[in-house]
């Protein structure tokens, strides 16, 4: 089984699409695709349909999803030959408590995503710099969109999603942080213009696009991102910017463009490092 959720949901059995189009049971196959190979408790699965509210159906309307999932499983194995050998209850497993959604070897976005990261990551720590950028960047690629970004969630999916999507920038900020210790500053103004706009309080993203911008002789530019985030903060947040920002922004004003900030290790201190 193929499961695809970093962006449109997409669980494939032999090649063959077993989405469904309707929402619940969409939400049904959602949860246990993110979780495949796992028991999803029967009550996660009621509270993330009808949040803390279900019917008194709850349970035999659950049900009903499931035997509309296993007619799909079924078409999906028949198209593969496997009818006889595999039937859709050896896919959409029943066990005591829950359901699990057998993904019998095939592949998963996430599971790629987080192997992919964590060489990068590794790669970082190492100093690999190249290497790091570009197995970041191919973990990056996975992603076609918000993670379930075509589902109508729940609690737990929404709670998943948010986790997930703080997954990816933890990967994109430390890919940024490659690209820079390689010197493609100028490559990266256009793409951290575009984050810092969507990213309205993300101390570290717009703590790089100053970093990209000084060294690219910008300095007033820089001071102006520093400005723009500090506005929002206090605006929306009621929050100054971090000790780590502060310094950087001292740094700068303090620098000249001839004599930019020096890269840092990881994190919002790295940023603040004058070399």
């Not at 050896?90 to 976005?109: C, E, F, I, K, M």
């Not at 290497?131 to 075509?150: C, M, P, Q, T, V």
């Given at each position: 089984?193929?499961?695809?959720v ?6 494939r059995?032999n090649?063959v699409?077993?989405t469904?189009t309707?929402?619940?049971p ?14 999803v408790?029967?009550?996660a699965l009621?509270?993330e349909?009808?949040?803390g ?10 049900q009903?999803?499931v035997l509309?999932l296993?007619?799909?499983?079924t ?5 593969g030959?496997?009818g006889?050998?595999r039937?859709?209850?050896d896919?959409?497993?029943t ?7 057998a ?6 976005d996430v ?8 060489m990068?990551?590794r ?19 996975l ?9 109508h ?8 999603a948010?986790?997930?999507?703080e997954?990816?920038?933890?990967a994109l ?13 100028r490559?990266?103004?256009?793409e951290l213009?575009v ?16 970093l990209a ?5 910008r300095?007033?530019?820089a ?16 929050l100054?910017?971090?000790?780590a920002?502060?310094r ?9 463009p001839?004599?930019p900030?020096e890269p ?10 004058v070399?």
């Amino acid at each position: 089984m193929d499961i695809d959720v970093l962006g449109a949901l997409a669980v494939r059995e032999n090649g063959v699409s077993i989405t469904p189009t309707a929402p619940k049971p969409r939400q049904v196959l959602a949860l246990l695709a993110l979780h495949a190979d796992q028991v999803v408790p029967v009550a996660a699965l009621i509270e993330e349909l009808w949040a803390g509210e279900p019917p008194r159906s709850a349970r035999t309307t659950l049900q009903t999803y499931v035997l509309q999932l296993r007619a799909m499983i079924t078409t999906a194995l028949e198209a593969g030959g496997e009818g006889e050998t595999r039937t859709a209850k050896d896919v959409l497993v029943t066990l005591p408590g829950g359901y699990l959604l057998a993904g019998n070897g095939g592949t998963s976005d996430v599971r790629e995503f987080d192997r992919l990261a964590g060489m990068g990551y590794r790669a970082m720590d190492a100093g690999d710099f190249p290497g790091a950028a570009r197995l970041l960047r191919e973990a990056l690629s996975l992603w076609s969109g918000a993670a379930f970004a075509d589902v109508h969630g729940g609690a737990q999916l929404e709670m998943e999603a948010r986790r997930l999507e703080e997954t990816r920038l933890c990967a994109l900020d430390q890919r940024i942080e490659a690209d820079m210790r390689l010197g493609r500053h100028r490559e990266l103004l256009a793409e951290l213009t575009v984050l810092a706009s969507r990213y309205r309080t993300h101390e570290n993203l717009h703590g790089q696009f100053m970093l990209a911008l000084h060294r690219s002789g910008r300095r007033g530019e820089a001071l102006d991102v520093y400005q723009r985030l500090r506005g929002t903060l206090v605006r929306e947040l009621g929050l100054e910017p971090s000790a780590a920002l502060r310094r950087l922004q001292r740094s700068i004003l303090m620098s000249s463009p001839e004599h930019p900030v020096e890269p840092a290790d990881t994190g919002a201190d790295r940023l603040a490092r004058v070399g």
